[in-house]
């Protein structure tokens, strides 16, 4: 094959492929009801389960920081009144307790987004096998998806439903 009849045979194949890319993304550009979004920080806050765990939690954080405010009150109390032989062990339990509260705080967190996630990836597969999605995409302003179409945002229909399937469990 002489360069002139390679260079035609490369080219016509590279039209080719073009060609066949160009139609596949018509074809599949404008199909919006396969491919949508959810606000992923919309969703989570939402979402009953969240606000349910959340008050649960903040109960028990609420009574634990009022132990930590009792102790500074004491703490207080014996500081004007010179009593250092009291304020060390004070002091020892005062950082127990902030630092319980601490760990408490990052447990309630971590437990509460993963339930709540766990939850959420179960109803959102269910949803988009309902609706034919191929395609449920999450975003957060930030990150993968810089734009998005407000017609392909699912967000405030899929809370909807999760809050639904979540009020039935």
């Known amino acids: 094959m002489n360069q002139k009849t390679f260079f035609l045979v490369t080219f016509c194949n590279t039209i080719l492929l073009l060609g066949l890319i160009v139609f596949f993304f018509f074809k599949y550009s404008d199909d919006t009801e ?4 959810i606000d992923n920080i919309r969703l989570f806050n939402g979402f009953n389960m969240t606000k ?13 920081k009022k132990k930590l405010d009792s102790l500074y009150v004491i703490y207080g109390i014996l500081r004007d009144n010179n009593q250092t032989d009291k304020l060390e062990a004070l002091e020892a339990q005062l950082r127990g307790t902030d630092k319980e509260l601490k760990d408490m705080n990052e447990r309630f967190s971590s437990e509460l987004s993963q339930a709540v996630w766990n939850r959420l990836n179960t109803y959102i597969q269910k949803y988009s096998l309902a609706n034919s999605y191929k395609i449920v995409l999450g975003t957060q302003g930030q990150g993968n998806v810089m734009f998005a179409q407000e017609a392909i945002d699912i967000t405030d229909a899929f809370i909807s439903y999760a809050n639904t399937n979540y009020e039935g469990d």
């Open 34 to 37: 396969e491919i949508v979004y």
């Open 52 to 64: 349910d765990l959340n008050q649960i939690n903040g109960k028990k954080v609420k009574a634990q």
